[in-house]
């Protein structure tokens, strides 16, 4: 039995309060996520507190300043576009298939998280010590993965695999920073459409590196396995 006091009964406070600790973080991050949705990626402490239903000194109480805040709503961030972009590795059909189904998912996300995206690429480029840049994560855990892919299918038509890194970082490239403009200036252009587009130019940079290596696909049928 322990005594009043004792450091077991001191370990178990101690590991109830870290844990309702961690819970009120993941509370309040998710209403900056709100927040970044209602009010733009101009969004203030102030207004995070106040869609948390709190007063912004409870905020400092959770998190070391606005940049230990900022941190951990781009964590987050990341952890749902990576929920979100996981089924794409591993994609069915033909050639055409696979490419409108990941880009359309990447046009798609950043057209629903508009406002978390403008939020994100601001304080990637604030210059805050720490701050995570996630959408440079995201591009390069994309391009990789691409990369790996492109390699295992130029392997399997006995193609030379060394530009398929250079690819793959050139498609990530295209469709991340003509969605970002097309974002801010649409031109009447709809999401479906710049999709579409993005799709079959990713197609014709592909199509040409397999016709360059004497490999002629129909971009409509089912590809052997990788």
């Known amino acids: 039995m322990t005594t009043p006091g004792s450091p077991r009964k001191a370990d178990g406070r101690a590991a109830r309060w870290a844990g309702q600790r961690e819970r009120r973080r ?14 733009g990626p101009g969004v203030s ?10 007063a912004r000194t409870r905020l400092y109480k ?8 900022q941190r951990a709503i781009a964590e987050r961030a990341g952890e749902l576009i990576t929920t979100e972009f996981t089924p794409l590795w591993d994609p069915p059909g033909a050639p ?41 994560d995201v591009k390069t855990a994309i391009a990789r993965q691409l990369t790996t892919l492109f390699e295992r299918y130029l392997a399997r038509f006995g ?4 530009p398929a890194e250079a690819i793959a970082y050139g498609v990530v ?26 799709a079959r130019w990713t197609w014709h940079i592909l199509d040409d590196t397999l016709r360059t290596g004497g490999v002629e696909l129909d971009p409509g049928k089912p590809l052997p396995s990788a």
């Open 62 to 69: 959770h998190f070391a300043g606005a940049t230990d805040l």
């Open 173 to 198: 490239g295209l469709v991340e920073s003509s969605t970002a403009r097309w974002l801010e200036n649409p031109r009447d252009l709809g999401e479906a459409e710049l999709a579409t587009l993005l």
């Open 96 to 136: 055409r298939q696979m490419i409108e189904h990941a880009i359309g998912a990447h046009t798609r996300w950043l057209a629903d998280h508009a406002n978390l995206y403008r939020y994100l690429t601001r304080h990637s480029l604030s210059g805050h010590s720490g701050t995570r840049d996630v959408v440079a």
């Open 159 to 162: 193609l030379d695999t060394r």
């Open 45 to 54: 402490t102030e207004q995070i507190a106040e869609e948390a239903g709190v």
């Open 26 to 39: 993941r509370e309040f991050v998710e209403a900056g996520l709100r927040a970044i949705a209602r009010h």
